[in-house]
């Protein structure tokens, strides 16, 4: 590992190339760049997550750190490092200081591997609009996570006025485990559906993004009931009912009038591994989309592609959390 203190990108990009040379990596292997936004609070968590999404997708993983925007000098501390605790690749840590940090795609620009798609993961509060961020802005694909915002469905509604092809939420990601029971459900059933509920939290991203997709894919209302944890989700058809109820932390009971009782898996997934899943396709999520609208009932605002629009936290009134740094 190599540590740069009070450098430049310049200096950054040199040591990730002696780096290289001296542990034989090759650029040309590598599949993406994965950007990841973060304070420093939670730098180790989000660390420890890209690593894990790393070792199932090789990548160059660039971590940016934005401390104190409103430091009066500017000033960029890195750590490089190939197959050390960052995984099997390529990886530098950039912690930035004062004004730098609005402007930490100048840094990062030079350091993306070449003819390799950009994935941007923001690790906290997403931004107010992704345009904020230049490091969203230059990404093909875009993570948020609304369920780390202080007001989740808020923070959901701001997603889909702000929605671009390409973006997505690991709220969605989460919600994956209950769309397969679902599909796995309808697989034979020939009777249209007539109406659904989802029973989960008050306020709960995703109840709302999995009614949202039951809504986009049946055609039919979706029903969100109040529980202590998203716990059942039901679809009346015309000729019965098929019904999905969590029965544990592991396992989940799958039922259809007619047939007998199911019980299926389904087991919590770790942060790490919902970022890989994001990870595993680089085109746009339409179903994503679809169902963040039939959510929210909000169009997108945003036209495509992105343009950078121009924020700066430290005068603003209210400034992006993407960019308020602890």
């Known amino acids: 590992m190599t540590t740069l203190w009070d450098t430049t990108g310049t200096e950054v990009v040199k040591a990730l190339g002696a780096e290289r040379r001296a542990h034989g990596a090759v650029a040309s292997g590598l599949a993406l760049t994965l950007v990841v936004v973060v304070d420093e609070a939670h730098v180790a968590d989000a660390e420890r997550a890209a690593t894990r999404a790393a070792a199932e997708h090789p990548c160059r993983l660039l971590v940016v750190v934005r401390r104190r925007p409103d430091a009066p000098e500017s000033r960029l501390d890195a750590e490089v490092l190939i197959g050390g605790r960052l995984g099997p690749g390529e990886a530098a ?8 940090a609005l402007h930490a795609e100048s840094v990062v620009l030079p350091l993306l591997a070449p003819d390799a798609p950009v994935v941007t993961w923001w690790f906290g509060e ?6 904020h961020d230049p490091l969203g802005v230059l990404a ?5 996570d609304v ?4 007001d989740p469905l808020a923070a959901l509604a701001q997603r889909a006025a702000d929605y671009v092809a390409g973006d997505t939420d690991l709220a969605w990601t989460r919600a994956t485990p209950w769309r397969s029971l679902c599909a796995l459900a309808f697989d034979g059933v020939a009777s249209p559906a007539t109406g659904a509920s989802v029973t989960g939290p008050r306020g709960d991203p995703i109840r709302a993004l999995v009614a949202g997709w039951l809504q986009a894919c049946l055609g039919v209302p979706v029903e969100q ?3 202590s944890e998203l716990s059942q989700v039901t679809v009346a ?3 019965g009912e098929v019904s999905i109820t969590r029965l544990d932390e592991t396992g989940a009971r799958l039922q259809r009038t007619g047939q007998p009782d199911r019980t299926m898996p389904l087991e919590p997934v770790g942060l790490g591994d919902l970022l890989a899943e994001e990870l595993r396709r680089l085109d746009a999520d ?5 169902a963040l609208l039939a959510s929210t009932g909000i169009p997108s605002t945003t036209a495509a592609p992105r343009r950078h629009v121009w924020h700066d936290p430290t ?3 209210d400034p992006d959390p993407a960019l308020t740094v602890s």
């Open 126 to 131: 997403p931004p107010h609009l992704i345009g």
């Open 315 to 317: 005068s603003a009134a």
């Open 225 to 227: 009931r109040d529980g």
């Open 237 to 239: 058809l015309q000729d």
């Open 140 to 144: 093909g694909r875009r993570v948020t």
């Open 286 to 290: 339409e179903t994503y989309g679809a």
């Open 147 to 150: 369920s780390l915002a202080s």
């Open 93 to 100: 840590v950039l912690r930035m200081y004062g004004r730098l």
